[in-house]
């Protein structure tokens, strides 16, 4: 977001937010290029994103200009970074890595895959045509807590801002999903909360289902119930057996964990909670 400056705020709802904020931004000398907010009135909260024309000179003056005009204990975040840091776990499935590295080697979001981690090898040669980083972490003939705490090293040495589990097959710790807490990524191959769990297909496949979709959501400690971040849908019918119901699945997987991640990379989205206000 080149000579723009971006505010994230979230806080406790109150009488005349919008305008205090608009007030002191333009104090600073700065015109409103896009502004959305939202009020959760079931929590009294109060969320807003703001893109201005021009970069801030005072960056602290304006946070705290801003703090000193909104409710006590205000998130305010100012230019958060641009280029956002990404780790992709991987565990067979080709489909959803193949969809980030084109777009990393395009440039279609604000950010760059320092590395891929896979639980296989299968991954690697083809990671590595992009010239990226392939670290095989195994899971075999070791505990869960020896393969998380190698697992976790890795991801560490990149700092990354989101973890991406792009088809990484492993249930993870309470205690992993701790250390990198609300930055795991997961792309569930079901309109969730529907098919909880494995073979969600043949589960789709033998209720006779409709329809069949993908969600992206965060990691947290309850298997597959985290805050979504996306979903999408695609009508099918009878025809449909379990390995065209798998083809079709993967095309949405895709389109669905693509368009999260953008949405993050760009700060769009916002947890409240177990649920996120996005703003697209």
Same mark, same amino acid.
């Given at each position: ?22 007030? @002191?931004?333009? *104090? ?7 502004? *959305?907010? +939202? ?15 021009? @970069? ?14 909104? $409710? ?7 230019? !958060? ?21 084109? *777009?990393?080697?395009? =440039? ?9 981690? %896979? ?10 045509? +992009?010239? #990226? $980083? ?19 090293? =890795?991801?560490?040495?990149?700092? !990354? ?8 097959? *492993? ?11 609300? =930055? ?8 969730? $909360?529907?098919? #909880? ?10 209720? %006779? ?18 805050? #979504? ?19 079709? %699945?993967?095309? #949405?997987? =895709? ?17 409240? %909670?177990?649920?996120? @206000?996005?703003?697209?």
């Amino acid at each position: 977001m080149h000579n723009q400056t971006l505010i994230l705020i979230q806080c406790k709802d109150s009488t005349g937010l919008v305008s205090s904020v608009s007030n @002191v931004i333009a *104090r600073h000398q700065m015109n409103i290029v896009s502004m *959305r907010e +939202f009020v959760d009135e079931a929590n009294q909260k109060f969320f807003i994103r703001v893109v201005c024309s021009g @970069v801030v000179e005072h960056v602290d003056g304006l946070q705290k200009e801003l703090e000193q005009n909104l $409710p006590p204990q205000a998130d305010v975040v100012i230019n !958060p970074a641009n280029d956002k840091k990404i780790v992709v776990l991987v565990t067979k499935e080709h489909h959803c890595l193949a969809d980030i590295l084109t *777009r990393h080697f395009f =440039k279609t979001w604000n950010a760059t895959v320092e590395a891929v981690i %896979g639980n296989y090898e299968s991954l690697q040669e083809f990671t590595e045509k +992009f010239d #990226i $980083p392939f670290h095989h972490v195994t899971h075999e003939h070791k505990t869960k807590e020896t393969f998380e705490a190698e697992l976790a090293d =890795k991801i560490a040495a990149y700092n !990354p801002d989101y973890i991406i589990l792009a088809k990484f097959m *492993r249930i993870l710790s309470p205690t992993f999903v701790a250390q990198f807490e609300n =930055k795991l990524i997961n792309i569930h191959h079901s309109f969730l $909360p529907a098919f #909880i769990g494995a073979n969600p297909y043949r589960q789709a496949y033998t209720r %006779g289902v409709k329809i069949i979709g993908a969600t992206a959501h965060f990691v947290t400690n309850d298997l597959d119930e985290g805050p #979504i971040i996306v979903q999408r849908t695609k009508s099918i019918n009878h025809s449909y057996d379990v390995p065209r119901l798998i083809s079709a %699945g993967k095309e #949405i997987e =895709k389109a669905v964990l693509s368009h999260a991640i953008q949405l993050l990379t760009e700060d769009r989205v916002m947890l409240q %909670g177990n649920k996120t @206000v996005v703003f697209e």
